[in-house]
Structure formats: C-alpha cells, structure tokens
C-alpha cells in the first residue's frame, strides 16, 4: 500500500528499493548532482511530509535542527522539486563474473586454448593469446562466442577488455595453479 509520499513522486512499494529521490531544478529540469545532494533530498521529503501533516517519528529525525539548515531547505524547496530515479545498475556482478570465468573455468579456457591453438599452432604465449581472444570476441566468431556464453559471461563485455587485462588474469591463474601444486 503506497503513502501519500510515494504517490506524489511516482513511487509503488516495489519501486521504492529499486530508487533513489532527487532534486530536480525546477527552470532547468536538471537533476542536482552535488555530493550532498541525496540527503538534502530526504531532508527535503520529510520537511514536505511535516508541512502536509505526516511528521513525526523518523521523519523529525531527517529534519535538521539548525535554523540556517531549514531555511535552506526552504529556500531550495522554491527552486527545486524532488523527483524519483532508479539506480543505476552496477557493473561490479558482471565483472565479477569475468573475472571468476577467466580464473576458474578450467573447462572453457582450456577449449579457448585449443581453438587458438588450432589457429595459431606455431606461437602459444599469454601475449599471443590475449590479443587473439580479444579480437576473435570483437569479430564475434562463432565458436569463441558460444563457449563465452556457456560459461554465463556476455561475450561483448569480455570485448571490451584490452589484452593486458586477459594478460594479467592468465598470470594471476598461473600463480594460483603453482600455488596449489
């Protein structure tokens, strides 16, 4: 069941985890990005709360107690209106996928070898490699794209790595199967 509250930025009860509130300047349309600028925005939704009579409890305790920091409030609340945004999605599950996929699926970079190997039989070094792979992902050759997939990785996120980052994973692996011998 939505609050008031919700129902004036846009907000469901699904939605409220999945967003964030903003200010939005009202001439412009633009949206605040000062590093403060999600707490003022609380701030600013439990003023508005207390103003329509839904104070109280948590909300007083956003408020702050200095006379400057509300007037503030206020003043900012003229100019701006709060608006929601969804969060942007983070990047570090699929990179973390990346990098478990090139250090710890034996199976698929031991498939990736051989097809380089096939391709290439003359030189095998992380260097040659690398390059290879990067290229094959960018070309979108059929074979190494389904192997990347099997592994659940999206192959055009490994497209954009450079060389180096392969090369490095590939030596990291290197240390950890000495390690483990």
Request: net charge positive.
């Amino acid at each position: 069941m939505a609050t008031k509250d919700h129902d004036d930025l846009g907000l469901t009860d699904e939605s409220v985890e999945s967003s964030r509130v903003v200010i939005v300047n009202r001439k412009t349309g633009r949206f605040n990005g000062a590093r403060d600028a999600s707490g003022l925005a609380l701030q600013m939704l439990a003023l508005n709360m207390t103003v329509e009579g839904q104070g109280g409890g948590i909300v007083d305790l956003l408020i702050p107690k200095d006379y400057s920091q509300i007037m503030r409030l206020i003043r900012l609340r003229r100019t701006s209106v709060l608006s929601r945004r969804s969060i942007r999605s983070k990047k570090t599950g699929n990179r973390a996928k990346e990098r478990d996929f090139v250090l710890n699926d034996d199976v698929a970079m031991a498939k990736l070898g051989a097809l380089f190997s096939v391709s290439n039989p003359a030189v095998f070094t992380s260097e040659a490699f690398s390059r290879w792979i990067v290229r094959e992902l960018k070309n979108k050759t059929d074979a190494v794209y389904r192997l990347v997939r099997s592994g659940g990785v999206v192959p055009e996120n490994l497209a954009a790595r450079r060389p180096s980052w392969w090369q490095n994973l590939i030596a990291e692996r290197r240390k950890r199967l000495k390690i483990q011998s």
